[in-house]
């Protein structure tokens, strides 16, 4: 099984940016998916978390901003930022598992996303 994630990159404050995150080898449909991210020096945590039901959970440092969802027709997962804020900036990891909120048994190999003042 991989996660192949897309969508980071440079952005102003303020600004948005869609996290794309797709299952290659295994039906999404079985998973739990989350979304983590891990500033430079800093541990990874979860950022989102969505759920075979689905439900979902967000860390409070990006509630009402962030958004998480899925398509299991696309085994896609994906993660629309919105209002960005500089302490966004980090090394966001799409995960797969069983675990909730926070599965750990399949990574990403990580994406950045830097945003500016």
């Known amino acids: 099984v991989r996660l192949v994630e897309s969508g980071g990159g440079l952005m102003q404050a303020g600004g948005s940016l869609n996290l794309s995150c797709t299952v290659i080898?295994?039906?999404?449909?079985?998973?739990?998916m989350a979304w983590y991210r891990q500033p430079p020096g800093k541990q990874r945590t979860v950022v989102a978390a969505i759920s075979l039901i689905p439900s979902t959970y967000y860390a409070d440092s990006v509630k009402g901003r962030f958004t998480i969802s899925r398509v299991n027709a696309e085994n896609s997962v994906y993660l629309q930022m919105d209002n960005l804020k500089v302490e966004d900036s980090a090394t966001y990891y799409c995960?797969?598992?069983?675990?909730?909120?926070?599965?750990?048994?399949?990574w990403g190999q990580g994406i950045q996303v830097t945003v500016a003042s």
């Open positions: 080898g295994k039906k999404i449909g079985i998973y739990n």
């Open positions: 995960a797969a598992g069983i675990k909730w909120p926070a599965p750990t048994a399949v």
